[in-house]
């Protein structure tokens, strides 16, 4: 397996954070799994609603926590399983849920509060963890994992953030 790579971005508000999960999910074409690492409030949520906003997800894009996943279809007839694991207290909880069979070629998982049900998934495509700095600001870093991911696209296309957002 390639040694992962890591990105790390700075955010001074929510808008900066959207557009860096945009681009983000501009990279993914099926088959990925994403794990969103935070504490309370971080903005897990908000990422991954604009990763499937930007995935061609028209309908609202609602927090999955009480329900603990939401599924949806995109334009390009992909499924993105939106999972939000806080609720959970280990892997035994999700046999319930069927996660094994959500990861297919053709759908993209996202799942908050990996920590809780440790080894729910094998190989993941990218972990990405969203710390606070500041009441708005965010440090979002991204641990690239395994492929189908595109990762010169994403490096490339990071590049065309504002400076400022990128850190060394």
């Given at each position: 397996?390639?040694?992962?790579?890591?990105?790390?971005?700075?955010?001074?508000?929510?808008?900066?954070t959207e557009r860096i999960a945009a681009i983000?999910?501009?990279?993914?074409?099926?088959?990925?799994?994403?794990?969103?690492?935070?504490?309370?409030?971080?903005?897990?949520?908000?990422?991954?609603?604009?990763?499937?906003?930007?995935?061609?997800v028209a309908e609202p894009v609602l927090s999955?926590?009480?329900?603990?996943?939401?599924?949806?279809?995109?334009?390009?007839?992909?499924?993105?399983?939106?999972?939000?694991?806080?609720?959970?207290?280990?892997?035994?909880?999700?046999?319930?849920?069927?996660?094994?069979?959500?990861?297919?070629?053709?759908?993209?998982?996202?799942?908050?509060?990996?920590?809780?049900?440790?080894?729910?998934?094998?190989?993941?495509?990218?972990?990405?963890?969203?710390?606070?700095?500041?009441?708005?600001?965010?440090?979002?870093?991204?641990?690239?994992?395994?492929?189908?991911?595109?990762?010169?696209?994403?490096?490339?296309?990071?590049?065309?953030?504002?400076?400022?957002?990128?850190?060394?």
């Open positions: 397996m390639e040694e992962a790579e890591e990105f790390t971005f700075s955010s001074a508000e929510p808008g900066e983000f999910a501009r990279q993914l074409q099926g088959g990925e799994i994403v794990t969103l690492r935070g504490v309370l409030g971080a903005g897990k949520t908000l990422f991954a609603a604009a990763m499937i906003r930007e995935l061609g999955p926590t009480y329900v603990l996943q939401r599924s949806y279809g995109t334009s390009a007839g992909l499924t993105i399983h939106h999972m939000d694991f806080y609720r959970l207290s280990g892997t035994d909880d999700l046999e319930a849920l069927g996660v094994d069979e959500l990861s297919t070629d053709d759908s993209i998982v996202l799942a908050e509060w990996p920590e809780r049900c440790p080894g729910a998934f094998g190989e993941i495509t990218a972990q990405v963890t969203l710390d606070v700095m500041s009441e708005q600001g965010r440090s979002i870093t991204f641990r690239l994992g395994v492929l189908p991911f595109e990762r010169d696209g994403f490096a490339r296309a990071a590049s065309t953030l504002k400076p400022d957002l990128r850190k060394p």
